[in-house]
């Protein structure tokens, strides 16, 4: 059972930047799908973005495309979330899980959840 810890999260002012990591432990980390979600106080989990296992598949929300960038590294069993341009909005505590079936853009999809990790953006 893959276990994963989110980390990098923080408070910055808007227009800053912030790298986000999970690392993953105790399972197949190289034949897995990963995903990263959001959810903001009082609102649903929402999807990020997500990463084939070879890298070479890759989806965002709109509403960060353009400013989130996801990539893995599967040496070091560790996805990454690099957040630009950061905006009061992406206030949330981020999470990523590992894809199992169904849609991406779906929590309902992921499984082995992490903790997260809370960002928090001033403007």
């Known amino acids: 059972q893959m276990q994963l810890v989110e980390s990098g999260g923080g408070l910055v002012q808007a227009g800053t930047s912030l790298l986000l990591s999970c690392a993953a432990s105790?399972?197949?980390?190289?034949?897995?799908?990963m995903g990263w979600f959001r959810q903001a106080p009082g609102k649903e989990r929402e999807f990020v973005a997500a990463i084939s296992r070879n890298s070479d598949t890759i989806y965002y929300a709109d509403s960060v495309k353009g400013r989130f960038a996801i990539s893995r590294n599967n040496a070091k069993n560790t996805v990454y979330l690099q957040m630009n341009s950061l905006k009061p909005e992406d206030t949330a505590n981020y999470y990523c899980?590992?894809?199992?079936?169904?849609?991406?853009?779906?929590?309902?999809?992921?499984?082995?959840w992490g903790q997260g990790t809370q960002v928090t953006v001033s403007s």
């Open positions: 899980a590992v894809f199992r079936q169904g849609d991406y853009d779906r929590s309902r999809s992921y499984e082995n």
């Open positions: 105790g399972g197949t980390f190289n034949r897995s799908a």
